[in-house]
């Protein structure tokens, strides 16, 4: 009902440009790579927020039709459920934005200890690079 995943996937596609745009500015940039669905799932808090985003969609999803119930202008009704998807989307961004920031964190961490100036999607890579997609997994695992 809610487009969860899009958000997601586009939040973490704004970190990795952002690591882009930073490393570019060097002028012997070292390429590195990542997998960032890769990492993503193995954060060790990804299954605990995503139980979050589940609980706070269906609690979203629950007053949203409470509301429509009672109302019976399909105008309202359209705005009521409108209203309700942009609260449970703001609700996931704000629930997801620690784990973006605990694995742009690794990612730079990993990046700096290998002399690594750029860091992309791997599935932009069509050859080169180094992929550090495990190194960042496990850096994320020390904490």
Not at 17 to 33: E, K, P, R
Not at 52 to 67: G, L, S, W
Not at 127 to 141: P, R
């Amino acid at each position: 009902m809610f487009p969860a995943k899009k958000i997601t996937i586009s939040l973490f596609a704004v970190l990795f440009l952002s690591l882009i745009i930073t490393g570019a500015a060097f002028a012997q940039d070292v390429m590195g790579c990542v997998d960032p669905q890769k990492i993503m799932f193995q954060h060790p808090k990804f299954e605990q927020i995503q139980k979050q985003i589940r609980d706070v969609t269906n609690k979203k999803q629950e007053e949203a039709k409470a509301a429509i119930e009672k109302e019976t202008d399909d105008k309202k009704k359209a705005q009521i459920f409108q209203n309700k998807r942009t609260e449970a989307a703001n609700e996931e961004r704000k629930l997801m934005e620690p784990i973006f920031k605990d694995i742009n964190l690794a990612i730079r961490t990993v990046a700096n200890a290998k002399k690594i100036t750029v860091v992309v999607d791997k599935g932009a890579v069509f050859y080169g690079g180094t992929d550090i997609t495990d190194d960042v997994i496990a850096e994320l695992k020390k904490k």
